[in-house]
């Protein structure tokens, strides 16, 4: 369908496309170290950069997650390897979408560790997606959660975030529909973001007079905790102080104290005078400085989960004795149906 030239022209001249010869859909680049020239990504400082590659479909697969425009059937596309994105080869330049991996085992459980990446910082998607949108339209706006949305309309969102087969576009939807999701994701964790056997150590770092001398016991206390934990109460740190240091939000670090105590720390008895303590100890957390909640987010380099691609997969597993006795199976069912 394509010829060599229109082929050509789609890289501006920079780089030589044909179709693989084991007759996939993908194309393959015969110089890979002009890629990232060819296709810059947007200059916005992102968590991890995408490992795009081209490729064409030849089914409905939705929409660009940038423009919101439908990716054309059979014309070369764009998608990430680690993270589950689609997007046209023109918004490439302008995309502010984060690469989140996508976890390893996907389950239904509702610990945080089943919702992040392989690789630091492990901070699930659907925060990191709705923390990016909120800050990129929501910093002029005011009620930043602290108005409420439909409930129809968070459990859709949830649910294309957490169990949708590609990253779905935010452009469109309401500011306060992705706060409520961030705040009923927190809800909905079986394990509270700061959990209950490390909640000593957080009171005692922030009984500090003194928000510097609090630093380095509040340090200790984050190292101690997991992960998943850890990278994500620091992305959500850095991102309610800049929630914080925007006056037309009207959200003072008090404001949001009050809002996240119950959901971070989720006491099973929820009486005033640990409503408070909890208080307290998240508004010492907030007046911290950003560089102290950016230590904890540096990225780690992506692992392959595996050395074989699919289609590698496929030419050495689909000749073997298992998968033989399985078509044999299905064969033989098949017969009888008959």
């Given at each position: 369908m394509y010829d060599e030239q229109s082929m050509d022209s789609l890289l501006d001249d920079r780089l030589r496309i044909h179709m693989n010869p084991n007759g996939s859909d993908e194309l393959s680049l015969q110089r890979d170290d002009f890629y990232a020239?060819?296709?810059?990504?947007?200059p916005q400082l992102l968590l991890r950069q995408h490992n795009f590659k081209l490729k064409v479909y030849y089914s409905n697969v939705g929409n660009c997650v940038q423009c919101n425009k439908r990716i054309r059937f059979a014309v070369a596309s764009l998608r990430c390897r680690d993270c589950p994105l689609r997007c046209h080869t023109d918004c490439c330049s302008q995309l502010t979408v984060n690469c989140i991996p996508q976890p390893l085992v996907s389950t239904?459980?509702?610990?945080?560790?089943?919702?992040?990446?392989?690789?630091?910082?492990?901070?699930p998607a659907l925060i990191v997606h709705c923390v990016t949108e909120i800050e990129a339209r929501g910093l002029e706006q005011e009620g930043?959660?602290?108005?409420?949305?439909?409930?129809?309309?968070?459990k859709r969102l949830r649910h294309k975030l957490?169990?949708?087969?590609?990253?779905?576009?935010?452009?469109d939807k309401d500011t306060h529909t992705l706060c409520c999701c961030v705040k009923e994701f927190l809800r909905s964790l079986e394990r509270p973001l700061i959990p209950m056997y490390h909640r000593r150590d957080f009171v005692l770092a922030t009984q500090q007079t003194d928000p510097l001398a609090a630093e380095e016991p509040l340090y200790l206390a984050m190292v101690d905790l997991p992960q998943s934990h850890r990278?994500?109460?620091?992305?959500?740190m850095l991102h309610w102080q800049r929630i914080a240091q925007s006056?037309?939000?009207?959200?003072?670090?008090?404001?949001?104290?009050?809002?996240?105590?119950?959901?971070?720390?989720?006491?099973?008895?929820?009486?005033?005078?640990?409503?408070?303590?909890?208080?307290?100890?998240?508004?010492?957390?907030?007046?911290?400085?950003p560089g102290f909640w950016a230590q904890f987010l540096e990225v780690e380099p992506l692992l392959p989960a595996c050395s074989l691609d699919d289609e590698e997969w496929k030419r050495e597993n689909y000749h073997s004795p298992s998968w033989q006795s399985v078509k044999t199976y299905f064969r033989s069912m098949v017969n009888l149906a008959d």
């Open positions: 020239s060819a296709y810059p990504q947007s239904k459980r509702g610990h945080l560790s089943d919702f992040v990446p392989r690789a630091a910082p492990m901070v930043l959660y602290r108005v409420s949305s439909t409930r129809e309309k968070v957490l169990r949708g087969k590609a990253t779905p576009h935010l452009g990278d994500t109460l620091a992305f959500l006056p037309a939000v009207k959200m003072s670090i008090n404001n949001i104290a009050v809002i996240f105590a119950p959901t971070l720390f989720d006491d099973v008895d929820l009486n005033l005078s640990n409503i408070v303590l909890w208080q307290q100890v998240l508004r010492v957390l907030l007046l911290q400085s």
